[in-house]
Nanobody, 122 residues
């Protein structure tokens, strides 16, 4: 089973920034599409950003222009740079992987990390 190890997250005041990291195996990094989804108890799971093989990215409308997904080849790591954060971005964020673009965009990737809490306060 692939392992996705996340780091980052925490509390930040609104309009501030955070960066989430997700370390993957070399095999995962090279083969699969990767993404981030967010979910908290009682809330629907929502795919936030995905990065398909070939470098194509896709974002949910509510985060466009504020969040950026990218990966760093040398470190086999996926990132989510979060800028201009809003209170409604408060959630638990998970990185995920799959070879199905549709599964990834649905937030239903085959594997996902342990999640990191992001809290944005006013």
């Amino acid at each position: 089973q692939d392992q996705l190890v996340e780091s980052g997250g925490g509390s930040v005041q609104a309009v501030g920034s955070l960066r989430l990291s997700c370390a993957a195996s070399r095999y995962t990094y090279m083969r699969y599409c990767l993404g981030w989804f967010r979910q908290s108890p009682g809330k629907e799971r929502e795919a936030v950003a995905v990065l398909y093989n070939g470098g194509v990215t896709r974002y949910v409308d509510s985060v466009k222009g504020r969040l950026t997904i990218y990966k760093e080849k040398a470190k086999n790591t996926l990132y989510l740079q979060m800028d201009s954060l809003k209170a409604e971005d408060t959630d638990r964020y998970y990185c995920e992987e799959d070879d199905s673009k549709s599964a990834l965009w649905a937030g239903r990737g085959k594997y996902w990390g342990q999640g990191n809490k992001v809290n944005v306060y006013s």
